[in-house]
């Protein structure tokens, strides 16, 4: 479905420098973050006109690389240059006055002003807004027709959904004259249609002769709009290949370093008896907007039920709940037949624990470890009341150690040191430092949030078959993931979230992406057929 | 230069283990928190010295302590380095030198506003009542209004005394004068805070008075400036103040600070120190009222002639001040 | 580029002992500037302070006896920091300290020695912890600010001791605002007595036995923090909020014990004021200690070892800068003031001005060996 008509014709049309000049082209950059190699040679040449994709694990530099060429971070070694000239760039004004733009991952929007307000915030031009404002309004309806980027100018931006606001974000790059355009995992806050439009947005760029560069760690996204594909691996590039002459798996084993199984083999589930039922729940968040409304489900021995749905649908609400962290408001909750009494906060969470429940919680940064303690202290987290932890008054340290550090071995956790502060692991070593601890107590009932957020593909992989384990072991499983891939892939049955409600509800066979991603933008699952049309 | 040499003689001494300087004269005085610049009672202690140094040529050594527990550690230095005479400034002092005393039998040790009774302690206090009567009498005749005040720095018995002796003094000139009393507060900041005396000085304008007297340490410079800015008259206390703001200083109280820390040294240089209570009153010449350039044309012949015969009665004792403390 | 935010590796020696030296380093050359400015030699100077702090026994005892002021207060700091809480509050609870020990000392001095003492130290401990429970309680059930309410608490302390003393406990007939002297009972007793006692003879100073309840709470601090359950939770409360709810920690409890830990250690200097040096009640003896605990914690790292050390050092500062004051005509108080505040801002405001330099400097060094 990718634009292969497009290719070739575009690699003639260079802004700048003539043919065969590259528009943006990084030669043996280098770049440490302490001991830290972050960037090591690496050299990229980007072509006029095309879609270039940059992929890589979490870690593997490619971030950085883009944050040295837009000026956050000064290389230790190695040249940027624009359309074939060495350019020394300092800043992100120097970017932007080379003419290279960023779309971040988090949007750096003003939620209270307009549309008009965002894209001409630090360009203003003269002492008075109106004169600015009224230019840019000409300008950004040009661009709008241009591309076919419908945004309101006097909307104000905190109003817009998601996938509108990355719009302005890229108005605000092009209105301030981006011929080349950075995007940093632009799709991770979208649903699959938002996707969608952005992907016809930024083909639509590139055939006005502006040249892209996405940063991604989803293969699908790279196969579905690039043209060429830059693989990197732990700082360095493995690889530049054209995307017509490749395929996720052999990306995917250049990424990891070694072939990779991208499905979850699994036999079909043998669901038993229901260990967490859900009656009627609703929850408000902490600042006392209703987030969750009669929401109703269970979840049997032996099954893994996902939550798919657009992150901010109610879904992390939900999960607290259960976990006991946060209030519910209303509706039950029952752990192997018994109902737990409604309570929040640290006791509920307590008490969930001791009925057996275990909890992957979704941000592990936020919730689910301390990272300042060492891996030891962060390992019993929950459970360091456990008599086996204290003797008397003192906590008992080496048996944390022993006992932190067996598990790490289980679930191969590098370096196995149950002494190195949290902070200093990896992200997917963190996540599987808390996995780790939530599973190894066989709990009966786990509740898994985004399990493999900015975890890499291999850990990704042993996170997986653990889940599947546990599961034939006869464990009941939640797995809440804006992944549709993971869901699609783990769940035995996914049940879709939108606006704090379950809108649907589909068995693994019958689930597509496309019936999904309708449910997610809130198309109830029966009247999927005829909105489809 | 001298203060130098002074200065690498002691650091001689101390490397030398705290040995004592045997030979040379060494008076010294031990400041209390309010500090030796605070325009009042440890100011006049400061000028007392620094007149003996100048009549004398004798350098004197000093300290301001900052905590309670640094008032023992500095007297016992001084001691200990060979001061004959240490001069404890403040009625604070008096636990500190009830201890060092006993400590430093030989050296001798006088203690401004409080007794201690050791045969090496020399214990002055002032008769404040008796000048704060003599001012009393001044706000009395300089007033229009038939309305005076007076504010006081931290409520405790000391105060008390200034206070009664102006109230004495004012009555005695005209026996339905209206006074208005205020303290600053009731902890020890309260002698230090202008802000708060100005405005204590200004309600008391408002209520009618126009001659504020205030026994109140730092806290007076406030009272001052209210005085001056509402074109009032306003008396100083312990120094002699009247410079502060020439043509609304009506007059000062003087305690003679600067005189006993003086005559201390100067006795104790001579060989005629004693121990045991000094009691300065005006007969001594320990308090009194200040006329000076700045404040001669605010003080009528009339007036002075007035204060002056109840002074010469005071001392004679036609009149009797009644001494808060001793009632 | 989460990944790469991580703290920069440096060898231990270079982050807790270099780093440290050279900014005491840089405050003392700025302060010998100042010296130097006001016509005195900044060499002289320095070793007028050092001597005055270490050169006889009588200064080290004073150094001391403010060193255990400043554990006192630096570790109370440093368990609330440990919490996430800035309690600024330790001037108030000291004052508290110094009142629950006087009163026992007041009432209770007639009683032996090894009956009153520790009911002293107990009651001063009970009462600094109370004046720090009531913020720790606002601030975990109704959210108001700790650094508001400590701040509001250390006034409140100060207007109930001048009212007390002013009013009820004053000795009649007396212009100080103090007590009575307690009966010997309750003198915790200085340490050049204790060497007296053995025929050892030591320099007079206000260094008495509560430098050995510093020492016991400088170990009962590691072993509470690091090897207790409450101070995992305490820990774990201060660095993540949302984790320790996760890990059924209820954080207003934790914060209230923290709170209470904290003025029961800064109602020691009361212990160490009132029973050890003055042997009555009286205003104003907490002198600052408590704010100075504040940059002891800091410097410190609210680590025990780091608190000795910083507490020590400004142990030092105190002494020596009043025997520097008392040798230096020009060097008034005030300038002594300066100094101390030079070694706080270089040591705690401005630490991480060279910090990363240092520690980059360093890192890539062990990475050149390693490679």
Same mark, same amino acid.
């Given at each position: ?54 992929v ?22 190695g ?10 760039i ?7 006055a ?39 309004r ?62 016809r ?160 919680p ?11 303690f ?70 009966d ?5 985004q ?63 496309r ?19 | ?48 010295a620094?007149?003996?140094?100048a ?37 604070a002092?008096a ?9 430093? $039998? ?39 209004t ?10 405790? $018995? ?48 408002d ?79 320990g ?7 700045h ?33 | ?57 009588e200064?080290i ?22 919490c ?22 007041l ?24 004046w ?64 007296a ?8 100073s ?50 209230m ?14 212990v ?59 060097v ?40």
């Amino acid at each position: 479905m990718a634009g292969e008509e497009h290719r070739g014709a575009a690699a003639e049309r260079g802004p700048s420098g003539g043919p065969g000049v590259p528009a943006l082209e990084v030669v043996g950059i280098q770049k440490w973050f302490g001991s830290v190699h972050a960037n090591d040679d690496v050299s990229v040449a980007v072509a006029p006109g095309t879609i270039h994709g940059i992929v890589g694990e979490n870690g593997a530099g490619k971030s950085t690389l883009m944050s040295i060429v837009y000026g956050y971070y000064q290389a230790d070694g190695g040249e940027i240059r624009v359309g074939g000239t060495p350019v020394t760039i300092k800043g992100p004004e120097d970017a932007i006055a080379h003419g290279v733009g960023m779309v971040h991952q988090h949007f750096m929007l003003v939620d209270t002003f307009t549309v008009l307000e965002n894209v001409v915030l630090g360009v203003e031009k003269g002492y008075l807004l109106r004169s600015t404002l009224s230019e840019a309004r000409q300008e950004l309806e040009r661009l709008e027709r241009e591309y076919g980027l419908d945004v309101d100018p006097d909307a104000i931006v905190g109003s817009l959904p998601v996938g509108l606001q990355q719009r302005v974000e890229i108005l605000k790059a092009l209105y301030r004259g981006a011929d080349i355009l950075i995007l940093d995992e632009p799709t991770g806050v979208l649903t699959p249609q938002e996707v969608d439009d952005l992907f016809r947005i930024l083909r639509a760029l590139r055939d006005q002769g502006r040249t892209i560069v996405l940063i991604t760690h989803k293969l699908r996204e790279i196969m579905a709009l690039t043209d060429r594909v830059t693989v990197m691996r732990a700082g360095r590039v493995v690889d530049h290949v054209a995307t017509a002459e490749t395929d996720r798996a052999q990306l995917a084993a250049m990424m990891v370093g070694r072939s990779v199984l991208l499905r979850v083999d699994k036999e079909e589930a043998a669901p038993g008896e229901a260990l967490l039922r859900v009656e009627s729940l609703a929850v408000r968040d902490r600042s006392g907007v209703l987030r969750v409304h009669d929401v109703s489900f269970t979840v049997h021995a032996g099954e893994i039920v996902g939550i798919a749905g657009v992150a901010g649908n109610g879904q992390s609400e939900l999960l607290e709940a259960l976990a006991g962290t946060l209030a519910s408001e209303q509706g039950t909750i029952a752990i192997g037949g018994a109902p737990v009494p409604a309570g929040g906060r640290a006791e509920a969470a307590r008490a969930m624990r001791r009925r057996g429940l275990g909890h992957v919680p979704e941000d592990r940064q936020r919730m689910g470890l301390v990272t300042a303690f060492d891996a030891s202290e962060s390992g019993v987290l929950g459970y360091h009341r456990e008599r086996l932890y204290n003797r008397g008054a003192l906590m008992s340290r080496g048996a944390v150690v022993d006992a932190v550090g067996s598990t790490m071995e289980d679930f191969d956790v590098r370096p196995p040191l149950p002494t190195l502060r949290t902070a200093n692991f990896s992200g997917g070593n963190q996540q599987k430092i808390v996995v780790g601890r939530e599973m190894s107590r066989s709990p009966d009932v786990l509740l898994v949030g985004q399990p493999t957020r900015g975890v890499d593909i291999g850990a990704i992989e042993f996170i997986h078959r653990k889940l599947v384990a546990m599961r034939d072991e006869g464990k009941a499983i939640l797995l809440v993931s804006v992944e549709l891939d993971e869901i699609m892939s783990l769940a035995d049955r996914i049940l879709v979230m939108f606006g704090g409600a379950i809108v649907g509800e589909v068995s693994q066979e019958e689930a597509d992406e496309r019936t999904l991603g309708l449910m997610m933008a809130g198309e109830r699952a029966d009247g999927a057929e005829a909105a489809g049309a | 230069m001298k203060r130098l040499i002074v200065a690498a003689l002691a650091a001689i001494g101390i490397a030398a283990g705290g040995m004592a300087q045997a030979e040379d004269f060494t008076p010294a005085v031990v400041f209390d928190m309010g500090g030796k610049f605070d325009k009042s009672f440890n100011e006049a202690a400061f000028n007392g010295a620094e007149k003996f140094a100048a009549d004398t040529g004798i350098q004197y050594r000093d300290f301001e302590v900052t905590n309670p527990s640094m008032r023992e550690q500095a007297l016992r230095n001084m001691a200990r380095r060979g001061a004959q005479v240490v001069v404890a400034m403040g009625f604070a002092q008096a636990a500190a030198v009830e201890t060092v005393a006993q400590e430093f $039998p030989e050296t001798k040790f006088t203690l401004i506003d409080m007794v201690v009774d050791l045969p090496n302690v020399q214990s002055v206090i002032f008769k404040e009542h008796e000048g704060s009567f003599l001012v009393g009498m001044a706000a009395a005749m300089a007033s229009q209004t038939g309305k005076v005040g007076f504010v006081g720095g931290m409520d405790i $018995p000391l105060i008390r005394k200034f206070a009664l002796g102006y109230v004495e003094g004012a009555q005695h000139v005209n026996p339905d004068i209206e006074i208005f009393q205020n303290m600053t507060g009731t902890t020890p900041s309260a002698w230090n805070d202008p802000t708060k005396g100005g405005e204590l000085a200004r309600s008391q304008f408002d209520r009618g008075a126009d001659v504020v007297y205030a026994a109140a340490g730092g806290t007076g410079i406030g009272v001052y400036q209210a005085a001056k800015d509402a074109g009032k008259l306003a008396i100083g206390v312990d120094s002699n103040q009247n410079y502060i703001h020439p043509g609304t200083m009506l007059t000062s109280m003087v305690k003679r600070v600067d005189v006993a820390v003086y005559e201390s040294f100067r006795a104790a240089k001579d060989g005629t120190w004693q121990g045991g209570i000094q009691i300065l009153g005006l007969a001594e010449d320990g308090v009194g009222w200040a006329l000076d350039e700045h404040n001669r044309s605010l003080v009528s012949a009339e007036m002075e002639a007035a204060i002056e015969q109840a002074r010469t009665d005071i001392i004679a004792g036609n009149i009797a001040v009644t001494d808060y403390m001793a009632q | 580029m989460k990944g790469f935010g991580g703290p920069t590796q440096a060898p231990t020696w270079v982050t807790h002992g270099l780093v440290p030296l050279i900014n005491l380093g840089l405050a003392l050359v700025i302060a010998g500037i100042i010296i130097a400015l006001i016509g005195e030699n900044p060499f002289e100077a320095l070793r007028l302070l050092v001597l005055g702090a270490v050169g006889y026994p009588e200064a080290i005892g004073y150094t001391l006896y403010y060193t255990t002021n400043f554990v006192f207060t630096g570790l109370a700091v440093a368990i609330a920091f440990h919490c996430g809480l800035f309690n600024i509050g330790g001037e108030g609870q000291a004052y508290l300290g110094g009142l629950g020990a006087g009163l026992i000392g007041l009432y209770l001095g007639h009683w032996p020695a090894p009956v009153v003492i520790p009911l002293a130290i107990a009651c001063a401990m009970a009462f600094g912890a109370f004046w720090a429970f009531i913020p720790g309680w606002l601030q975990a059930k109704r959210g108001s600010h700790i650094v508001i309410t400590t701040i509001m608490f250390n006034f409140l302390a100060a207007a109930l001791m001048t009212y007390l003393l002013v009013e009820i406990f004053i000795k009649p007939g007396q212009q100080a605002a103090e007590s009575r002297t307690f009966e010997a009972g309750a003198w915790l007793p200085f340490v050049h007595d204790v060497f007296a006692a053995f025929g050892a003879n030591i320099g007079r100073s206000s260094l008495n036995l509560s430098i050995v309840v510093a020492a016991v709470c400088l170990v009962l601090f590691w072993f509470f923090v690091w090897r207790t359950r409450w101070g995992y939770e305490i820990r774990a409360v201060g660095h993540n909020e949302s984790a320790a709810v996760y890990g059924g920690i209820a954080p207003d409890r934790a914060i209230m014990l923290a709170m209470a830990i904290s003025g029961g250690l800064a109602g020691l200097v009361g212990v160490n004021e009132i029973i050890g040096v003055h042997h009555r009640l009286l205003l104003e003896f907490t002198a600052g200690y408590g704010f100075v605990g504040i940059a002891v914690a800091l410097m410190g790292r609210n680590h025990p070892a780091g608190i000795l050390l910083a507490a020590l050092l400004f142990g030092i500062l105190y002494q020596g800068g009043s025997e520097l004051a008392f040798d230096m005509p020009n060097v008034t108080r005030d300038m002594v003031v300066v100094l101390q505040g030079l070694v706080i801002l270089f040591s705690g405001a401005l630490e991480h001005m060279f910090r990363g330099r240092i520690e980059r400097l360093f890192a890539r060094r062990a990475r050149a060996v390693a490679a």
